[in-house]
């Protein structure tokens, strides 16, 4: 049949310092892999792109605030602000009733340098909208 995939890969030979290669590179980077799959998940959902970006922008804000910023209620802000909170991308300081968010000093200079990286390859790169 068209467009079926084979079921295995089939290759002349192996070329096993090459997969040596590339397993020690793996192993080498895997801190750095763990935190960049964290950082995908925490960055995962739109909106928490948004929060994450007015907080780096702004700094400390409260649900109400980011409500009214993104046109969305605010319980669901506040649940998007949990889960970074329980992820410890963002901190929290209560003020009587209102709780304010800000990012976590050491988020700030990540989060800076994807925002960085996304303006300029946005500017280079097309990427179709859904």
Do not use: N
Not at 98 to 111: A, C, D, H, Q
């Amino acid at each position: 049949m068209a467009g079926v995939l084979p079921r295995a890969c089939r290759r002349a030979r192996v070329e096993w310092g090459r997969i040596r290669r590339g397993k020690a590179i793996l192993q080498k980077d895997s801190g750095m892999l763990a935190f960049s799959s964290e950082l995908v998940r925490v960055l995962g959902r739109d909106v928490r792109i948004r929060i994450l970006y007015l907080l780096l922008r702004m700094g400390e804000l409260c649900p109400c605030d980011l409500s009214d910023m993104l046109g969305m209620s605010v319980q669901a802000v506040s649940d998007h602000l949990t889960r970074l909170r329980d992820r410890g991308v963002v901190s929290t300081r209560r003020e009587g009733t209102i709780i304010y968010y800000s990012l976590k000093p050491e988020w700030e200079g990540v989060l800076r340098a994807f925002f960085r990286m996304a303006k300029q390859s946005s500017q280079k790169l097309q990427i179709a909208q859904p």
